[in-house]
């Protein structure tokens, strides 16, 4: 995949340019990646700085987080939507959305299930909040630049946290019954014969509910330790069957061991 650019050495340069969170896998950006990479379309790296202001990507895209795809001189897109289009217009084949109306929806309500407001990586985000603010509704000073900005875009709240585990549960026991009734179908993947978004999107927001090993995905253990899903409402949710697909989808369609 080469090395990182800065906001500098990126800005100038035609092509699709991939703006991600450098040393860290944060399962929205590696969605995007595993998007581009199972059709082929290429990209340069260019460094965001989990925590940090970010002032010089800010003055280019509009944005401070990741990801955020930047293709020639075109808007910026930080939305999965957005940057899913984009993959599909850069490159029609192999398509990752379904022709089919009505499997197209489900999809797409299925991975906003995962990857929007209030889905599953959101919920699993206020839950490592918690983690950070046990009771306290605003962080300690010495957390406050770090995470200040995070909390606001993601409406934390001690309330709002402790109802995620019932909805990421919930994620969990849909998107296994989905699973389920493809199996039952004759099909391998999440939606219809083939590989589509959805089962991309699920391989990645999986490693907020078991990471892929070390050897597989480098990552500070502390990540890795509030990654790894161990909150009793959620464990019994957890398909086994589920973690089996994840492992499918990465060995046949992504990158491998993850690169950060």
């Known amino acids: 995949m080469g090395e990182w650019l800065d906001v500098e050495q990126a800005r100038g340069l035609p092509g699709l340019r991939l703006v991600l ?12 990646k595993g998007i581009f990479h199972a059709k082929g379309i ?21 944005q401070r987080n990741a990801p955020i795809a930047m293709y020639e001189n075109e808007p910026a897109r930080s939305g999965w939507v957005e940057i899913l289009v984009l993959a599909e217009r850069i ?19 299925l991975a906003n299930e995962l990857l929007g407001e209030n889905g599953l990586g959101w919920c699993r985000r206020l839950m490592l909040f918690h983690g950070l603010m046990g009771d306290a509704e605003e962080p300690q000073p010495a957390l406050r630049a770090m995470v200040g900005r995070m909390l606001r875009q993601y409406g934390y709240s001690r309330d709002a946290a402790r109802a995620a585990p019932e909805r990421v549960a919930q994620i969990l026991r849909l998107l296994s ?4 009734a493809q199996h039952a179908a004759g099909h391998r993947y999440l939606m219809g014969a083939s590989l589509s978004a959805l089962d991309i999107y ?16 480098r990552m500070p ?13 959620i464990v019994p949710a957890i398909d086994p069957a589920l973690i089996e697909h994840r492992d499918m989808i990465y060995e046949r369609h992504l990158e491998l061991p993850i690169e950060l």
């Open 21 to 32: 969170t450098a040393g860290v896998p944060g399962p929205w950006g590696e969605a995007a």
């Open 42 to 62: 290429p990209y340069v790296r260019v460094r965001q700085d989990a925590g940090r202001e970010n002032d010089a990507l800010y003055e280019w895209t509009g």
């Open 177 to 180: 019954e989905q699973l389920r």
């Open 202 to 217: 699920w391989a990645a927001m999986a490693a907020l509910i078991d990471p892929l090993p070390p050897a597989l995905c």
């Open 221 to 233: 253990e502390s990540l890795r330790h509030g990654y790894t899903v161990t909150h009793p409402d």
């Open 91 to 109: 490159a029609p084949q192999p398509s990752l959305i379904p022709a089919d109306p009505d499997m197209r929806v489900r999809m797409f309500g």
